[in-house]
């Protein structure tokens, strides 16, 4: 069964350094999206893409943030320079055009000390 | 402001009852209502999904509950099992104009069986 995949696992770095985070998604979904899940609370939206652009975006995605589709399999999270409240588990979703069902990878556990 | 609220925060269940979780939400716009379940360290799971032009769905033991007029829904676990043991999210959306239909979750149940 196709699924969305996420590297790294776990990724620790020191605040105000970049981070890169990858995902690769289902590969005939055409929506692709971030969320974030700070320890012990809710799942929250970061940034929706489609066809090489933002879609939406929260108030959470400020300039700190940034999205890629750099081939065809590939969709990057950026976060230029960390700070410790970014520590947090970041989800890709996505889903096809005719569904409204997103499914989410295993996640990246980032950590910024 | 909170979109879509969740209740109860936990919830523990004998083996064999039903685990029921609630959500209300208050934009009259969404028109997708998925729940999720996630395992510890692992990324939220589709569980089942309604849209509001049904009041209930059922896929083998979990069904949802849908009344638009009151603008909420819940997750009936029928014969909860141990493996069941797990947080729940209910979340709400819609997909119109430029929006690629974002989830708003709720904040979660977390969900035990005891065997």
């Known amino acids: 069964e196709p699924e969305v995949t996420q590297t790294p696992s776990h990724q620790v770095t020191q605040m105000g350094q970049e981070v890169i985070l990858r995902c690769v998604p289902i590969s005939n979904h055409l929506y692709f999206y971030w969320y974030r899940q700070i320890l012990g609370q809710k799942v929250e939206f970061l940034v929706s893409f489609y066809n090489n652009e933002i879609s939406e975006k929260s108030e959470i995605f400020d300039d700190q943030f940034s999205v890629e589709r750099p081939d065809g399999s590939n969709f990057t999270l950026k976060i230029r320079s960390t700070k410790l409240e970014d520590s947090a588990m970041y989800f890709c979703a996505s889903r096809d055009r005719d569904s409204y069902e997103q499914y989410f990878g295993p996640g990246t556990r980032l950590t910024v000390t | 402001q909170q979109q879509v609220k969740q209740s109860p925060q936990s919830l523990i269940v004998q083996k064999g009852g039903i685990s029921i979780i609630n959500c209300a939400y208050e934009n009259t716009a969404f028109d997708y209502f998925p729940w999720y379940q996630q395992f510890p360290g692992k990324g939220p799971a589709l569980l089942i999904a309604?849209?509001?032009?049904?009041s209930e769905k059922k896929e083998g033991r979990f069904t949802i509950s849908f009344n638009k007029s009151a603008k909420q829904f819940s997750l009936h676990i029928m014969d909860s099992q141990p493996g069941d043991s797990a947080t729940y999210f209910c979340a709400a959306s819609w997909a119109r104009g430029s929006t690629l239909g974002r989830l708003y979750f709720g904040r979660g149940t977390q969900l035990t069986v005891w065997p």
């Open positions: 309604i849209r509001p032009d049904v």
